[in-house]
């Protein structure tokens, strides 16, 4: 493989124009080169394709390696373009084009690798890496003739720093490999260079640097250690259970208090007896939290060596036994980050160490590769990745705001457990930084008395008396947030560990005694003064696009009173997601206007949220009702299933995604009704308060040539209140405010109202207890195009009548003196929908002028000529009018048709990129 040549100037001029281009606070994207192949992104022919060639042979402007027009398969023959999307020190990830069209019960294949060129070309070839153990099945491929495969083939198996050869063909072990052998892949795996644990203990969660810290802190009566010593004592005495363990210890390293040692050495050998009694595997496994090897790391030096060598022969145990005996589903996302925290956790315990039995050294060392196997070779691709499955850049945990706040602390317990280790995690401090964006600072409402509500949610009414539908700031919150500050300033984000300090001392410096848990030390270790607290809200942009997994966050500002919009569109089909894709909610003075049901599984999954219900046929195991809905468990294409655009100003939000991928399915058996699904939104916003809060949406649908005549279903809103019905508007009178639908197009559309299925909290937390607007688009056909208009305002507050505005190129809608005109055709991801184009409107009055689907970040002209009672705007290429970085155009036009441009969004220079590494 050669690796382009490029000049020392270029590449210079590369990465400057990489910082400028991503250093934004509302640019997730952290890393210049996500697929490290050596070209940064902006000029990155393949951006999400390992592609150091940068081939291009149509002159298209997409590389070789990611154009579906370049060695595309020739039906029921061989995949012809195997491609790399990312190297690590233990293999490779890589994705293809199917070239079969037995999607109804998918295609078995297998991956096989070589140190040897040539061997795979043959089955003999297959066989013999079967023998070695150098082949795994991948199941059954569920993706039709012409389309990429939607989980991405993972290999962590390999030797770092070796090259390689890597094939897929059909079929199984036990069935055989069929001779229609893929197009070979020859790769370098990364070099890796692994600190060995430092010969002392404690040296995992604690150092006996930062256990000096600590004494000190409690010497100076830091009021993060006076703050919750006692109650943490009182709370590891009475309960005494195992999850406590490590609290007892460390607060003996650090007091000495004898009594402390006694409580963790009581909890120690319970544990070990329970270790040594059970089998733990799955979620018992994973809720250990590696207990009993970072108790006996803290507990080394105080005991002999033959309890540390039956704390170790238990833990190893367990360890061993989940890794040889059962297969660790990458789809559980909160599972598959946990059992690498464990195995890297008594790994580092136990490896290299003196004093214990050689044999249970050995043992631990080949638990911590295999940690890192994973680590290295998935989990930190996921930190990398921007786009496609399992995509995480943005930190957005996919198991959603509740389950996420678990999946992130084992995240940052490894984070913390490495680098104390030795292994620097700077390189990692800006994704580090975004999962704190993502998962707190963006995902609190205004007012910060709760989160908006995405996943798997439990006991969601609890916070129904403080704020109703949105997810309660729990006490966990507070120890995940500790933990942030401990790992962010390791990682050398002192300003965002402030940024921590600050939001513990204000919205959880609560009364500690009631609000102590297995996380809480992490409060003890790492609430501090000597970082000094941040207000985040002087420092960040209101708006943050977690790209990765596919949502947008915006607000009017960062005050109480603040109006707040979430938009989710990206991948799913991982445990704890919900059929979500196209959802969104608008929080306006106080209060949520609409919003999910939220709910845990059940129908609410499906249904709870504010999106298409359209026919998928899926009607297995935790489907929608009826085969209507979305996709959330059963395989689709998340290549068609993401935010396209998204951009923010001071007056404006936009957000445009392909859903397609949420509704056609390809497992069991295969339905694609739908070509395109495409959900465009743009929040005009008030920001006094006192006006309307609007948001213009347009829902374009387009069938396949063999859909189903009942494909399309309807558009559904959820709402606190019962909607009056007045013709084609609904008015939900909410408080002292009011939310008002106007449908302004298809003129055939018609609404109704579902009533709720059950009250909040009903039916264990699946009941959808929301009244929903059902929206019908009537007669439909082949394609729709809806636009819908949501304004929320005071109660009192008259609002005019949306008029429909149409030409061939563009449509929309005018009302309260704007006009929003969207492309007729469907948003591209690069490029311009439109080109030239006009609409006239009948005003004489001034207006403001927003116009979407434009090329990003270009020049347009624009003329707006009145003729009579009739407004005519024209925009065309090449003018001095420049579109934002979603496509979006603009301006002011005063009554005597002079045109003024609007503030755009413009990236806001930070410090995003300091550390960044390979």
């Given amino acids: 493989m050669n690796t382009p040549s490029i000049s020392p100037v270029t590449n210079a001029l590369l990465l400057l124009s990489a910082f400028f281009f991503l250093a934004g606070s509302t640019y997730a994207g952290w890393h210049p080169d996500p697929d490290d192949d050596g070209i940064n992104n902006p000029y990155d022919l393949c951006p999400y394709i390992y592609d150091p060639q940068q081939g291009d042979a149509d002159g298209d402007g997409i590389g070789n390696y990611c154009d579906p027009d370049y060695s595309p398969p020739t039906l029921n023959d061989r995949v012809t373009d195997l491609r790399i999307e990312h190297i690590t020190p233990y293999g490779a990830w890589f994705s293809f084009t199917s070239p079969y069209d037995n999607y109804t019960y998918g295609w078995e294949a297998v991956a096989a690798w070589s140190t040897i060129p040539g061997e795979l070309a043959t089955v003999d070839g297959f066989n013999a890496a079967a023998a070695r153990g150098d082949l795994v099945e991948l199941g059954r491929i569920h993706a039709d003739y012409g389309e990429k495969n939607e989980e991405p083939i993972i290999l962590t198996d390999l030797e770092p720093n070796t090259t390689y050869y890597v094939a897929i063909t059909p079929g199984s072990i036990s069935d055989g490999f069929d001779p229609r052998i893929s197009n070979i892949v020859s790769f370098t795996t990364k070099p890796i260079s692994l600190p060995s644990p430092p010969n002392v203990h404690p040296r995992v969660y604690v150092t006996p640097g930062f256990i000096q810290t600590l004494k000190t802190r409690r010497a100076n009566n830091d009021s993060g250690w006076t703050k919750w010593e006692n109650t943490i004592r009182a709370k590891a005495q009475s309960e005494g259970t195992r999850r406590y363990c490590f609290d007892a210890a460390l607060l003996y390293q650090v007091t000495g208090n004898n009594q402390d040692l006694q409580t963790a050495l009581t909890i120690f050998n319970n544990s070990i007896t329970y270790w040594e009694n059970t089998v733990l595997v799955n979620n018992e496994f994973r809720w250990e939290n590696a207990q009993l090897g970072a108790c006996l790391d803290l507990l080394w030096n105080d005991i002999d060596t033959s309890l540390r060598n039956r704390a170790i022969r238990a833990f190893l145990a367990d360890d061993e036994y989940n890794i040889t005996d059962r297969v660790l589903r990458r789809d559980d996302t909160d599972e598959f980050a946990s059992f690498p925290r464990n195995w890297i956790v008594d790994g580092l315990v136990a490896c290299g160490a003196t004093g214990i039995d050689p044999a249970l050294s050995d043992r631990a060392c080949a638990i911590l590769e295999h940690g890192h196997r994973l680590w290295h070779g998935v989990q930190l691709v996921k930190a990398r990745r921007e786009r496609g499955k399992y995509a995480q850049a943005d930190g957005m945990k996919p198991d959603g705001t509740a389950y996420g706040q678990g999946t992130q ?360 207890y929301t009244h929903r607007l059902r929206i019908d688009p009537g007669s439909n056909g082949h394609l729709v195009n809806m636009i819908t208009v949501l304004r929320g305002s005071a109660a009192g507050t008259s609002l005019d009548q949306p008029v429909a505005v149409n030409s061939s190129t563009l449509q929309g809608t005018y009302t309260q003196g704007t006009l929003v005109l969207m492309p007729t055709s469907p948003i591209k991801d690069k490029g311009a929908s439109l080109t030239s184009a006009s609409a006239t409107v009948s005003t004489t009055s001034a207006l403001t002028v927003f116009i979407t689907g434009l090329k990003k970040d270009s020049g347009y002209s624009l003329q707006a000529t009145q003729s009579g009672a009739s407004l005519t705007i024209s925009v065309s290429p090449n003018g001095n009018l420049k579109t934002d970085e979603g496509g979006v155009l603009g301006v002011r036009i005063d009554s005597d048709r002079s045109i003024v441009p609007i503030e755009i969004s413009y990236t806001i220079f930070n410090d995003d990129f300091e550390g960044i590494g390979s």
């Avoid at 602390?409 to 580090?432: K, Q, R, T, V």
């Avoid at 960040?540 to 005050?559: I, K, P």
């Avoid at 919900?578 to 609410?604: C, M, N």
Wanted: with cysteine; hydrophobic share 35%.
């Fill in 409 to 768: 602390l084992y995240w940052l317990e490894i984070f913390l457990a490495l680098s104390n280790a030795g292994e620097p995690i700077d390189s990692y401090g800006p994704h580090i930084e975004n999962a704190l964006k993502s998962m707190f600072l963006y995902l609190f409402t205004p007012t910060q008395k709760g989160f908006v509500s995405m996943g798997d949610v439990e006991a969601y009414t609890d916070n129904f008396s403080i704020e109703p539908n949105s997810y309660q700031l729990r006490r966990a919150n507070g120890g995940v947030l500790g933990l942030f500050s401990g790992v962010l300033a390791k990682a050398g984000r002192t300003q965002a560990a402030g940024w921590v300090q600050n939001l513990l001392s204000k919205r959880y410096d609560v009364d500690p005694v009631n609000k102590v848990d297995g996380t809480t030390v992490y409060r003890l270790m790492f609430e501090t003064d000597e970082i000094p607290k941040v207000d985040h809200s002087k420092s960040l942009d209101t708006f943050f696009q977690a790209e990765g997994f596919g949502v947008v966050f915006d607000r009017t500002s960062w005050e109480d009173s603040a109006s707040y919009l979430m938009f989710r569109a990206g991948w799913n089909t991982v445990d704890h997601v919900h059929a979500d894709v196209g959802h969104f909610q608008l929080f306006r003075q106080g209060k949520w206007l609409t919003h999910e049901s939220i709910a845990y599984g059940g129908p609410a999954s499906c249904l709870g949220h504010n999106i298409w219900v359209m026919k998928t046929g899926d009607t297995g195991g935790g489907a929608c009702p009826g085969g209507f809905g979305q996709n959330f468990f059963a395989q689709n294409d998340n290549s068609k299933s993401l935010i396209l655009r998204a951009s923010s100003g001071y007056d404006y939000t936009y957000v445009t995604a392909e859903m397609a991928g949420a509704y056609n399915i390809f497992k069991e058996h295969d339905l694609r009704n739908f070509d395109s699904v495409q959900r465009s939104l743009l929040w005009i916003k008030d920001h006094s308060g006192y006006g309307t809060d609007t948001l213009v949406i347009l829902d374009r649908i387009e069938t396949s040539a063999n859909a189903d005549a009942d494909a399309i279903g309807y558009y559904q809103l959820h709402l606190d209140e019962n909607p009056v019905i007045s013709g084609k508007r609904a008015t939900t009178t909410l408080g002292t405010q009011k939310l008002v639908v106007d449908v302004v197009s298809p003129s055939t559309a018609a609404l109704s109202v579902i009533s709720p299925s059950g009250a909040p909290g009903g039916n264990s937390d699946q009941a959808i």
